[in-house]
């Protein structure tokens, strides 16, 4: 019996993907070894990444380079739980479902974060967090009902370079990104209402 994959990926990524993941499991292989022998397991792995994004929001306030090192930590923790499944021979749906939503409460703390710090207006942060919510929730509606997305945006990485643009550059240009990302996000989530409302 073919298991169905679940997940919020789209169309367009899905080469990639295989082909990044292959890339990442040569390249990883000496740490998947290590983690597997410490007998780590990936859930693991994206709880760590979790908490440490979520650090990252109280060490804004306090240490900005503490805070700019959990930031990293959670997104290279966030690279590793998949190739670890993987290496296991566990990947699944369950897994790549705690990931997806992981990186959504992370993404909505950082936001939540930059909107405390007065870096980014509330309106264009909430906006940001709701359609990447929405989109997010969206693909893996599409996916399960055989109408993925033929491509999605993915405006995460690039928000989290800007914040630190809009610290040491550029100040006041993270809610134009935040806007664009938006912006962005709806029209993505027009298209999947349109969709998924085609296939019910």
């Known amino acids: 019996m073919t298991v169905q994959k679940v997940d919020c990926y789209s169309e ?34 994206t709880f760590l990444s979790l908490l440490a994004g979520l650090l990252f929001c109280p060490a804004w306030f306090y240490s900005l380079p503490l805070a700019w090192t959990c930031l990293v930590l959670h997104v290279v923790l966030d690279g590793m739980d998949g190739p670890l499944a993987r290496h296991l021979g566990i990947a699944s749906n369950k897994g790549s479902f705690t990931d997806t939503m992981s990186d959504q409460v992370v993404i909505t703390a950082t936001t939540a974060a930059m909107i ?41 990485f690039y928000v989290y370079v800007w914040m630190t643009v809009e610290v040491y550059g550029l100040p006041g240009t993270l809610n134009y990104v935040l806007w664009i990302a938006s912006g962005l996000l709806f029209v993505k989530l027009l298209s999947g209402f349109v969709r998924i409302r085609e296939k019910l």
Request: glycine share 4%.
């Open 12 to 45: 367009g990524e899905r080469a990639f993907m295989a082909a990044g993941q292959r890339a990442r499991a040569r390249v990883l292989f000496p740490l998947l070894f290590v983690l597997a022998s410490a007998r780590v397991k990936p859930d693991q792995l």
């Open 116 to 156: 405390a710090a007065n870096l980014a207006e509330p309106l264009p942060g909430l906006l940001y967090v709701t359609l990447y919510t929405a989109v997010v929730l969206f693909a893996f509606m599409r996916n399960q009902l055989n109408a993925p997305y033929s491509w999605l945006v993915r405006p995460r």
